[in-house]
């Protein structure tokens, strides 16, 4: 009989578990295992110009969330297996300068507009804006410094049984090409059962468009430790957006039905990721918008699991945004070592951004991303954790 997450916290805790633990896994400090402490900061590092990047510690329920004031960025994310074992199922680095350097928006808030746009150009009300191009004639994740390279405000906050961390960025009109001033906050926040509540609010001055996300890369079965080929996957969406040679959408929303891209039910994501789609190929694998069948919705509601068979450990994920984007970490090339010391290859983690479609300014029947000056941006994603 598998046990669900709360009996295996409170096992662990009571018998003060903190035996070795596999190759990416950290061990559980005794008595920590389901507490809720505040919020700790200590500096992370420096940057070239003197600015100081701090990182801060977040316990709550069992899950343990360490968050950098660079870019937002969800450095690691520990989480209990079966049987109490502790590791951290996020992808990134010890060390600053290598999410200054080299990071492929590893735990990365991103923004102004996440995913890509097509030729970097959209037009809004009769106008036309060039935006960062990063990607080879397209921007993406908001352009060459977009969110994620940015230094927030971070305030921390305990609330009743919950703890987070409440960020804050004001992008000024005009910057990476987006019209505007955008005041930003991106909440963080842990509750009693150990999930990780992300709630996002921006406000702009002129009209503009937005699209935040949040870019964790996932292993359950821990960080550096290999391929995520049989974690097991569901996403409740009969359809997908197709790309161009450029990963940008064709505008076709096509049926999932009979593809590689049906994961309606649970299955591998090993199980078709080599089927030979000719948008397998030209995407090297799974890098596609699910149109989640619920639309956007008022509340968040459960869309997505990810579930690793070895460890136990489950993530289950609920939104009010009406895409998905699954990346399946085709672009890991085995030149980056992680946090654990080892280097990352094509396939050991997945990302699961939720989302508006990709290039929507310029897909006039996608769901529009666009914000104006007596409109509030809202919305929000939760990930629950069991094993």
């Not at 005041?183 to 935040?212: C, F, M, P």
């Amino acid at each position: 009989m598998e046990l669900n997450r709360r009996s295996v916290i409170a096992g662990a805790a009571a018998a003060g578990i903190v035996a070795a633990t596999p190759a990416g896994a950290a061990q559980a400090a005794p008595g920590s295992a389901g507490g809720r402490g505040r919020p700790v900061k200590e500096l992370f590092g420096t940057l070239a110009d003197g600015t100081k990047v701090h990182r801060w510690s977040l316990e709550n329920g069992g899950t343990r969330l360490k968050v950098l004031s660079y870019g937002g960025i969800v450095q690691s994310l520990e989480l209990p297996d079966r049987r109490g074992r502790y590791a951290n199922v996020s992808l990134g680095f010890a060390r600053l300068e290598d999410y200054v350097k080299s990071s492929p928006y590893f735990g990365a808030t991103i923004g102004r507009y996440g995913n890509r746009i097509a030729k970097g150009r959209f037009t809004l009300d009769g106008k036309t804006y060039q935006l960062s191009v990063n990607d080879g004639e397209n921007s993406l994740h908001g352009g060459a410094k977009g969110f994620d390279k940015h230094v927030w405000d971070i305030e921390p906050f305990t609330r009743g049984s919950d703890v987070g961390l409440r960020m804050r960025y004001t992008s000024v009109d005009g910057e990476m090409g987006y019209p505007g001033t955008l005041r930003s906050t991106v909440t963080y926040t842990l509750d009693r059962h150990g999930d990780w509540r992300i709630d996002y609010e921006a406000t702009t001055d002129k009209a503009t468009v937005v699209n935040l996300t949040n870019h964790t890369y996932w292993n359950l079965a821990g960080e550096g430790s290999g391929t995520v080929e049989d974690h097991e996957l569901t996403i409740a969406a009969s359809r997908y957006t197709p790309t161009d040679a450029g990963l940008i959408p064709t505008g076709e929303l096509a049926k999932v039905a009979g593809t590689p891209f049906d994961f309606r039910h649970a299955k591998a994501i090993g199980r078709d990721l080599r089927a030979g789609h000719p948008q397998q190929v030209t995407a090297k694998g799974f890098d596609h918008n699910w149109v989640l069948d619920k639309g956007i919705t008022t509340r968040p509601e459960h869309v997505a699991t990810l579930r690793d068979p070895r460890s136990g450990r489950t993530l289950r994920i609920a939104t009010d945004q009406p895409g998905l984007q699954f990346y399946s970490g085709n672009f890991l090339d085995g030149t980056l070592v992680g946090t654990g010391g080892h280097t990352y290859r094509q396939g050991d983690a997945v990302a699961l951004e939720t989302q508006h479609f990709p290039d929507s300014p310029n897909h006039p029947k996608f769901p529009s991303t666009v914000l104006r000056p007596w409109q509030t941006y809202r919305t929000t994603t939760i990930h629950s954790f069991d094993a």
